[in-house]
């Protein structure tokens, strides 16, 4: 079941991401990576510039999120996460395919690290397209509020 969540269920968001987000430790630069990968305050930042949080629920028990940002022409995913011991059972594509039915007007946009092969995998799978180095960076500092370092570390999928 996918449902919105609010600033309410933020603690059941951050468990999810930040559960997930163990993946990124040693893959991305150490100097990006912490504990925890997200905190209360950057989560609240990110639902007050308009970030909407869908999860996945199963036995009542939130298992996965992903995120949209609408930015005029075109549609972010953000904090896309599967608790670890639910990766690769499909939650991601439910609510990847979730997001695709109530976002079908714009262009869609994911940022994700560039040693994060799996989640680039991932969104080719479902026919995102790779932009290049200059595209991403471009994109990067146009739609994210980001960190260089994290800049240079990353990549931008479109759709």
Known sequence: ??????????????????????????????DCWHNPYMSTKELLNE????????????????????????????TLIRHAYTLTRYQGKGIGKSLLQYLFK?????????????????????????GFTLHNEKQTINLLKRYWKIPSKQIMNSVVLEK
Not at 5 to 22: E, F, G, H, P, Q
Not at 49 to 74: A, T, W, Y
Not at 104 to 125: N, Q
Request: hydrophobic letters at 40%; glycine letters at 8%.
């Open 1 to 30: 079941m996918i449902i919105e969540y609010t600033k309410n269920d933020i603690s059941k968001i951050l468990y999810v991401i930040n559960d997930a987000a163990i993946k990124y430790k040693g893959i991305i630069p150490d």
């Open 47 to 74: 639902f007050s510039s308009g970030v909407r949080m869908f999860g996945f629920k199963e036995n009542e028990k939130l298992i996965g999120v992903m995120g949209i940002q609408q930015l005029n022409n075109v």
């Open 102 to 126: 109530i976002n079908k007007d714009t262009c869609l946009l994911v940022g994700t690290w560039r040693d994060a092969t799996w989640a680039i995998h991932f969104y080719e799978k479902y």
